[in-house]
């Protein structure tokens, strides 16, 4: 680009997240600078400051929330802004997670659409937001604010193929941005996602070895980081938060082993999809987005599950399998409430679903990308959420029970489909090669942020 761009500006929305995000911002920032482009950060905190030591002042200006926050405010400006709960919610599913309360912090929500009305009017020279798909709180808000004045939002999440991500460019993140030119990609069964490579997320089937070794460097550095610094994300210090986070982890590689036991224990009597009429529905990693903003009135899993079971036809069974992600999340109760409806099993967290989908009637999600790979081998998904593939074949939006409870009944009558190719190449029309997993280190090599700057460079082009 030339110098005819230098009014040109991106927003750069940055919460308090791990991993290399900030890292990764800083040197996309860095190359658009150079051709003229000027970047502005909207970051929650001086987090970034203490614990990454990233200097983002360098390759643009940085506009802190938690300094925001130390203006006055009267109670007609925050009389005035409306809020959708439904946005800031999932900030509130994460403190109970991690404080076990929930903080009452609306007006500091309101206060979010305030500072984003600030930076949109401060800075009319803004072409695009860019960020991780909507997730929290400060994500969403910005989302919206950018919206009601047309800018283009662009979220880039690791795409469910590796080596390839996805750029979401709504709210619900049902709609992507079109690859002009579309990849050719030929689908392996031992293939893994880029955004299942996180080792915080497998630690659970690791060693403790592992865990000590992966993740003792970033708990040290949370140790030694500013303890009185608040993440306006978890509402508690940094360090408490990362403290708490590794705890979690950690604990989860025993429980894991635990749940194996109880479940092979539990389920002796059953072979897993065995029944004549075989149902899934995998349970989600919780708190997070995908399903407390995409599929946010089926927050109780119990009730869904038990929903799920009553709509059944007679003759049919209820699979319900854990996220290996969220082993430890979850009390043991939990699993035992399950197991009290008659048509219910818990399937072993490691039964490999993906070559045994010849023995499904169906899968029922909220979000899932199970479903997404049940459409490819030609299962029937019955989808109570949003997600981006729920327009593709094979796929039914549910939007009541009574709705959920003829459509079982339907698909329970079915002949069992075959593999098609059709979901991929749909999916492969939004993919773009490069990473944007962000919590392995190959995402800040120099080709991968050539890739991720080539849809930024094609969206500014096209509003010029």
Known sequence: ?????????????????????????????????????????????????????????????????????????????????????????????????????????????????LFYRYLFEKYRTLKLVWSEPPSCAFICVGYSESKKRQLPFLGYQVARVPGFFNIGINLQITKMLKNPTPPSYIVKAEDTPDYQKVPQSSLAKTSAWYFFKGSGKKLWQAIQSDLFQTSLETGTSIAKWQIKSYWKIFSRKFYYDYLTIFTSVFNHLHTPLSEDINFLFPLHYRPEASTSVLAPFYEDDLETIKNIAFSLPHGAYLYVKEHSGAVGNRSLSFYKEILTYPNVRLMDIDFPVKENWHLLNGIVTLTSTMGFEASQQGVPVLLLGRVFYENYPGVRRIQSWEQLRQELASVAKLERGKPTNEPMERYLEVCFQGSFNYMADEVLEVDNIEKLILPIKAQLNHQN
């Open 1 to 113: 680009m030339n110098s005819s761009n230098s009014s040109t500006s991106i927003l750069f929305i940055l919460p308090d997240c791990p991993g290399f995000f900030v890292e990764l911002a800083y040197k996309i920032a860095k190359q658009l600078k150079q051709e003229e482009i000027e970047c502005i950060f909207a970051v929650t905190s001086p987090y970034y400051k203490k614990f990454k030591k990233v200097p983002l002042e360098q390759v643009g200006t940085v506009h802190y929330f938690s300094e925001f926050l130390q203006s006055s405010f009267s109670s007609d400006d925050l009389k005035n802004v409306e809020l959708d709960y439904w946005l800031v919610y999932p900030t509130f599913v994460r403190q109970r997670y991690f404080l076990g309360k929930h903080a009452n912090q609306w007006d500091t929500y309101r206060k979010t659409v």
